[in-house]
């Protein structure tokens, strides 16, 4: 399968800060792909170069067969970007929002026309179609953004933390558009905050932390290559959440790692003693136990092997977010 996006050794600095340091990265057409990174790791970056809105300072970067240097207008007219936030004009409807980008990209009225009904019908925004966008909720923004970036179907699209602060709800909602994007034949480039979103959408993944992709393949490599299992546990007071952690460190051999879950942490498990030695160890200690589990590595136990500490919840801002 031919490569949608291609980059050897890509550099980029802001001042004395080295955001890409070397990036390699190789994408295959039609396929969904996952950066996932700490904040400030370059992820925005490294789409912001590829989608052709900054200049690498080195290395090389080819997209769609074309180099993102030299062949920018090239690159253009065939991918769309849609950055961390919403860019939906509030005082417009979402059909008018939609008519807009249409006429913009070049589209007749007529055309225009239908193919905002038609996005506004396959996202599920018909009814809210005559609505001005500074009503629509977080979701429906979100939806009518990625409908903006289809408007002329693009070969490849770059999805940059799409689904962060939104309810699960409507997260659920952008994956399924997410899945069908890429089911028709679109490659997506996905930035995202959630380990979870990468594990249900990715084909494929590259973890990233400061400025180097550190690891590479699909969600079951990265995992197998944490290998062992894993101990999850969840306490069920949080005045003992550190008393419990340092538990499962001395008992474990190495630190514990948070959970998603509010009160929980996770730890390698190397030998089958330490799962009762532990739980023994807690209870002698007074610490309740809310519930605990034994399972193979997850995505979070991956990113933290790889980068030393959990995934920041944070949104990524210091590297800005457009759309091209």
Do not use: C
Not at 186 to 208: N, P, S, W
């Amino acid at each position: 399968m031919s490569a949608s996006i291609e980059t050897i050794g890509l550099q980029k600095r802001f001042g004395a800060t080295r955001a890409l340091d070397g990036v390699d990265l190789s994408i295959a057409r039609g396929t969904v792909y996952g950066l996932l990174g700490p904040n400030g790791a370059g992820k925005t970056t490294t789409i912001r170069v590829l989608a052709t809105l900054i200049r690498p300072d080195g290395g090389t970067a080819r997209v769609l067969g074309h180099d993102v240097v030299s062949e920018a207008a090239a690159v253009r007219a065939k991918v769309s970007l849609t950055g961390q936030f919403a860019s939906v004009d509030d005082d417009l409807t979402g059909y008018e929002n939609l008519v807009l980008v249409g006429r913009l990209f070049g589209l007749p009225w007529s055309r225009a026309r239908a193919r905002a009904r038609e996005l506004l019908a396959a996202f599920g925004l018909e009814e809210a179609a005559g609505r001005q966008g500074r009503h629509y909720s977080g979701g429906m923004r979100r939806r009518l953004d990625i409908a903006a970036s289809l408007v002329l179907t693009p070969e490849l699209l770059f999805l940059d933390e799409p689904t962060t602060g939104l309810d699960p709800r409507s997260r659920n909602q952008v994956w399924d558009i997410v899945r069908a994007i890429a089911a028709e034949g679109t490659t997506v480039l996905l930035t995202t905050q959630y380990l979870e979103e990468a594990d249900r959408l990715a084909d494929r993944l590259a973890v990233i932390d400061h400025g180097r992709v550190i690891a590479e393949g699909t969600s079951r490599e990265l995992k197998r290559s944490v290998g062992g299992r894993t101990l999850h546990l969840q306490v069920e007071s949080g005045d003992r959440l550190d008393d419990a952690r340092t538990l499962l460190a001395r008992t474990m051999g190495e630190s514990a790692q948070d959970g998603a879950e509010p009160l929980s942490l996770s730890a390698k498990v190397t030998r089958d003693d330490q799962v009762p030695a532990v739980l023994t160890a807690l209870a002698n200690a007074g610490v309740a136990v809310a519930e605990f589990s034994l399972g193979q590595p997850t995505l979070d136990d991956v990113f933290f092997a790889l980068t030393g500490h959990a995934a920041e919840p944070a949104v990524d801002t210091s590297e800005g977010e457009s759309r091209a």
